[in-house]
């Protein structure tokens, strides 16, 4: 299994920026990637993935704004999150499927709150 642990959280006022980490405890050659996050009261929704092959999709409500990327040799997923507004907060969870169990990990979560 691995473990996964985020990172780069905070406070932004609108329109500015962060970049999320994920960091995992082995590699992560064999799995697709992804960030999660979930507002209070809402359901925890997809925000963008990055598969083993390279391949990316986004959520309707970041594309264009956010960009996810992995660097295998760090063991590490980010995201860069741009124009940020007040729809983007919530705590963002990194989530890693094996290709080769199915089997999914998750992250404690990092709390991105965007306010002026």
């Known amino acids: 299994q691995v473990q996964l642990v985020e990172s780069g959280g905070g406070l932004v006022q609108p329109g500015g920026s962060l970049r999320l980490s994920c960091v995992a405890s082995s590699s992560i050659i064999i799995y697709d990637m992804a960030w999660y996050r979930q507002a209070p009261g809402k359901q925890r929704e997809l925000v963008a993935t990055v598969a083993s092959n390279g391949r990316t999709n986004y959520a309707d409500s970041v594309k264009g704004r956010f960009t996810i990327s992995r660097d295998n040799a760090k063991n590490t997923v980010y995201v860069q999150m741009n124009s940020l507004n007040s729809e983007d907060t919530a705590v963002y969870y990194c989530?890693?499927?094996?290709?080769?169990?199915?089997?999914?990990?998750w992250g404690q979560g990092t709390q991105v709150t965007i306010s002026s």
């Open positions: 989530n890693a499927q094996s290709q080769i169990t199915s089997r999914a990990y």
